[in-house]
């Protein structure tokens, strides 16, 4: 599988981003898809997962309100949507998927098998 991250660049504080992941390979329709953001010297940190067909969206708290999990199977494409964006919010983010998540493990980078290959989010106050 490959994955090809998409969508970053510079916005102003207040501003929104919408991110893409198009995946290749194989389809991803039934894997758990997930965001995760690094900054540098930083752990990779989870941002948002969709763990199953009919399961709700997972974010992590700094994120809540703020940004959308997302995915359109028909173009084995993940996305994130991210409005109301902070300086904080600048970082490497990164597209994941596996197709054998524990759903209690969603949030760690371990779970995941595939990867894509980064897009910088830059966000200026």
């Known amino acids: 599988v490959q994955l090809q991250a998409s969508g970053g660049g510079l916005v102003q504080a207040g501003g929104s981003l919408r991110l893409s992941c198009a995946a290749s390979?194989?389809?991803?329709?039934?894997?758990?898809v997930a965001w995760f953001r690094q900054t540098p010297g930083k752990e990779r940190n989870f941002v948002a997962a969709?763990?199953?067909?009919?399961?709700?969206?997972d974010y992590a708290e700094s994120v809540k309100g703020r940004f959308t999990i997302s995915r359109d199977n028909a173009k084995n494409t993940m996305y994130l949507q991210m409005s109301n964006l902070r300086p904080e919010d600048t970082a490497v983010y990164y597209c994941?998927?596996?197709?054998?998540?524990?759903?209690?493990?969603?949030?760690?980078?371990?779970?995941?098998?595939?990867w894509g290959q980064g897009t910088q989010v830059t966000v200026s106050s």
């Open positions: 994941a998927t596996s197709p054998s998540v524990i759903r209690s493990t969603l949030a760690s980078q371990t779970a995941y098998h595939y």
């Open positions: 969709l763990f199953r067909t009919g399961y709700s969206p």
């Open positions: 390979g194989r389809t991803v329709n039934r894997d758990t």
